[in-house]
Nanobody, 122 residues
């Protein structure tokens, strides 16, 4: 499965961006998809994840209430709507796919997309 991430860019604090992650095959063969981010000098962290079959969602505490995951099954695409962005959200964002445990627990998903840079200016 190949993942294509897009939607990053430069935005002022308080603004919004929507990231997209398109899978090369039906997302129903994938157990879960998620978004990670890595800021300079920091470890990669899980931002949000969704189980494809059940629609269960998980968010990092730092983004709860601001970021929302959704999916378009027909387009094999998962979206991350990011609102009320803060400078500390600045990072390279990566989409990933695999089992729910791999995406949300071990953070070792089988599939990775390329990163997309999100820069939030103050």
């Amino acid at each position: 499965v190949q993942l294509q991430a897009s939607g990053g860019g430069l935005v002022q604090a308080g603004g919004s961006l929507r990231l997209s992650c398109a899978a090369s095959r039906s997302i129903f063969i994938i157990n879960a998809m998620g978004w990670y981010r890595q800021a300079p000098g920091k470890q990669r962290e899980l931002v949000a994840a969704i189980s494809i079959g059940g629609g269960v969602k998980k968010y990092a505490d730092s983004v709860k209430g601001r970021f929302t995951l959704s999916r378009d099954n027909a387009k094999n695409t998962v979206y991350l709507q990011m609102n009320s962005l803060k400078p500390e959200d600045t990072a390279v964002y990566y989409c990933a796919a695999g089992t729910w445990e791999a995406v949300t627990v071990t953070t070792r998903p089988a599939y990775w997309g390329q990163g997309t840079l999100v820069t939030v200016s103050s």
